[in-house]
């Protein structure tokens, strides 16, 4: 299901109070304020058994800055599908490779309305950057979506960003098959971003889906190898499926915004405990022969 966010179309879903949300979640981690007490409880009560949380996802957002960088700098892509792109926050991927490339495109795509809401502030005056809410369990559905096909030419490469999404794909969604959609249908030289939350110890992995499933997130914590069976077929860029951490450090890239208080005693929790990590690359389809 794909709701239509032109003016005059029809009523979006009503944004979820009473639950928690990941978009509202990893927002706080990475600083942000648009965020409830059922968000933020959710999140203290995770922390004491997943401390490497709050750390993960800020090394993941310091990896897409690296991917979107990339992409447009290295690889010469101009149009980007974000899936699950996340509330607006700082270095936002349009804002990224519109640094490097001025003439980049980019759909992004939520579950969660409220990053509409969000999303359509930031965009006012933007007509090459749009924000949809998708699910994107139906690529289908989101690759009908008018502004997709107003903006992104599959005759053209394209990048499509599953970034810290794939733990929100469980096993029944067929995750292979969503992750591969748009890379199949575009030109040659298009690439998929990829990352998730993986966990070396499956029992340790599975106590974490248990939770975050529970709270009614849904998510399924994989472990690197679980991860590389979902992507086989692709090529990995150098350095291939690794901790983000090792995917082309920078220590000169913009820092993110601080963290909230209450989530300072958590910062750092990856120095000694690395069970739990941000795992993912970024990969492209097989060069064709001939
Ligand atoms: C951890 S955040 C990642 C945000 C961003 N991709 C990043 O890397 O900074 C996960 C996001 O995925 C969204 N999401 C979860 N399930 C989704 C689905 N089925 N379709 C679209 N978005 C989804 C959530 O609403 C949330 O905003």
Not at 6 to 20: E, H, K, T
Not at 39 to 68: G, H
Not at 113 to 125: E, N, Q, S, T
Not at 217 to 231: F, G, I, K, N, S
Request: negative net charge; aromatic residues 6%.
């Amino acid at each position: 299901m794909v709701s239509d966010n032109r003016p005059g179309a029809a009523s979006l879903p009503s944004v979820p109070y009473d639950i928690p949300t990941s978009a509202r979640a990893y927002g706080w981690m990475l600083g942000g304020k648009d965020n409830y007490e059922v968000d933020r409880d959710f999140l203290l009560s995770t922390l004491p058994s997943f401390p490497e949380c709050v750390d993960i996802a800020r090394q993941n957002r310091e990896f897409l800055f690296r991917v979107v960088r990339h992409l447009t700098r290295e690889e010469g892509i101009r149009q980007f599908i974000d899936m699950g792109c996340g509330l607006p926050t700082d270095d936002n991927v349009h804002q990224v490779a519109q640094r490097f490339a001025s003439d980049a495109r980019v759909v992004y795509v939520d579950i969660d309305p409220i990053v509409l809401a969000h999303g359509r502030a930031l965009l006012a005056d933007d007509s090459s950057t749009t924000v949809i809410t998708g699910d994107m369990r139906d690529q289908e559905a989101v690759l009908a979506h008018p502004d997709v096909v107003r903006l992104i030419d599959f005759g053209q490469p394209v990048a499509v960003l599953f970034l810290s999404v794939g733990h929100h794909l469980t096993d029944a969604d067929g995750p292979a098959r969503i992750l591969r959609t748009v890379i199949d249908r575009a030109a040659p030289g298009s690439f998929l971003g990829f990352s998730q939350v993986v966990a070396d110890d499956p029992g340790r992995g599975a106590a974490m889906t248990a939770h975050i499933s529970a709270g009614g997130v849904p998510w399924q914590t994989r472990t690197p190898a679980e991860v590389d069976a979902l992507l086989t077929g692709l090529d990995p860029l150098a350095p291939g499926l690794v901790n983000l951490v090792d995917w082309r450090p920078d220590a000169d890239q913009p820092p993110l915004a601080p963290v909230a208080p209450d989530l300072l005693p958590y910062l750092g929790a990856t120095r000694s405990n690395k069970g739990i990590y941000e795992y993912g690359g970024v990969l492209r389809t097989p060069r064709r022969n001939g």
